[in-house]
């Protein structure tokens, strides 16, 4: 089965700074999600990567895709408290007319002000 | 639109007793999750249903049932809980292969 790892499992920076989050996979990815949690609530979609070498952006979060399709990065350029929560990487598995993700154990983010 | 809601938002209960977990969209998806979170294990999947009408397993199935009741909901229900069902259940829609939209999650405790 595929498994995702997440790396760093926690993160603390200042306000300001750049940060990087990384999801890496056993397989092939076919498709990879970002999802962000706040403490007692559900997740947020951030957004979906399909493409190797895909890279999207919204606001100051980009992820990439890596051409390999083996691992992706969520990037946050000048990071603010808005961003603490708990990070996410989803990717699909199996075939179907449903997709099931698989995901990763999460990044925990804290930005301190 | 509310999206994705679920009930309740916290419960507790005893061993062996038994309770059903409620969820509903308003997107008009076609394909329905139930998920498990627990520390340092991310969610895993517990069953699913591709359509009205159709469930199947997940990763995680045992000591679950679910019912597609409609397009709109989606229970699933505890028979005899146990405390390591102990977790935050999170329900999520999707239109098929689309993008997953998740509920605000249900922390269930069984002591």
């Known amino acids: 089965s595929q498994e995702l790892e997440q790396s760093p499992q926690s993160l603390i920076v200042q306000e300001g700074k750049n940060l990087t989050i990384n999801c890496t996979s056993s397989?092939?990815?076919?498709?990879l999600y970002w999802y962000k949690q706040k403490y007692g609530e559900g997740l947020i979609f951030l957004m979906m990567l399909q493409k190797g070498g895909e890279e999207k952006s919204h606001e100051k979060i980009t992820a990439k895709l890596d051409e390999k399709k083996q691992q992706s990065s969520l990037h946050i350029t000048a990071s603010q408290p808005s961003h603490a929560g708990i990070y996410l990487c989803?990717?699909?598995?199996?075939?179907?007319?449903?997709?099931?993700?698989?995901f990763g154990s999460g990044t925990q983010l804290t930005v301190l002000p | 639109n509310a999206g994705v809601t679920q009930t309740p938002k916290f419960q507790v209960l005893k061993t062996g007793q038994s309770m059903t977990l409620q969820c509903a969209q308003d997107?008009?998806?076609?394909?329905m999750y139930w998920y498990r979170q627990d520390p340092g294990m991310g969610l895993r999947l517990i069953y699913y249903?591709?359509?009205?009408?159709?469930?199947d397993k997940g990763e995680v199935p045992n000591g679950y049932n679910v019912s597609r009741l409609n397009k709109r909901e989606f229970s699933l229900r505890l028979e005899s809980a146990a405390p390591s069902q102990t977790s935050v259940y999170f329900c999520?829609?999707?239109?098929?292969?689309?993008?997953?939209?998740f509920g605000p999650g249900t922390r269930l405790t069984v002591l």
């Open positions: 989803g990717a699909p598995r199996g075939s179907g007319s449903a997709r099931q993700l698989t």
């Open positions: 249903s591709a359509s009205e009408g159709t469930t």
């Open positions: 997107m008009n998806h076609n394909s």
């Open positions: 397989k092939t990815l076919y498709g």
């Open positions: 999520a829609s999707s239109g098929g292969l689309d993008t997953q939209y």
